[in-house]
């Protein structure tokens, strides 16, 4: 971990303090792009809507929390899953992730499982440090995860 990536933890957590106040914002993306024809045309069926879609590798959480694709994060339900892509529809920040199971051996060890979910960026905790090994992850979730 670099001492940048040291100031964004410490800063984030800062800005959490603040959600809440009158300075917390939405989750929003970061350098957003038009989503291709195919995505939208699926998006769009599936939230049915009309509006444009935007897409991003990377959003920024309303707590100041960066993710990225491919990060691994835990969910305000306690679940950890893996970061596919970002979109935004009628305004509101969404993040497409694949969905780990817990294995019964290890409370740190997860199988991904295909499972794929859309949830509400804001909804993500915290980025986790993991490892795979085979087809099994090791996570380190961050203290407060249940």
Not at 67 to 81: E, P, R
Not at 112 to 132: E, L, N, Q
Request: charged share 15%.
């Amino acid at each position: 971990m670099s001492e940048k990536d040291i100031l964004l933890e410490v800063t984030a957590l800062q800005f959490r303090g603040l959600v809440g106040s009158s300075f917390a914002v939405a989750a929003t993306l970061v350098n957003p792009k038009v989503a291709s024809q195919n995505m939208t045309k699926s998006l769009q069926a599936h939230f049915k809507t009309r509006q444009q879609i935007y897409t991003a590798r990377e959003a920024l959480c309303a707590s100041g929390l960066r993710v990225f694709h491919d990060d691994v994060v835990t969910l305000t339900d306690n679940v950890v899953a893996e970061v596919l892509f970002h979109f935004s529809v009628d305004n509101t920040c969404i993040t497409c992730v694949e969905l780990w199971t817990p294995l019964k051996t290890d409370v740190n060890m997860y199988s991904p499982s295909s499972t794929v979910d859309f949830v509400a960026t804001d909804d993500i905790i915290h980025v986790c440090t993991w490892r795979s090994h085979g087809s099994v992850a090791y996570v380190i979730p961050h203290a407060g995860f249940n």
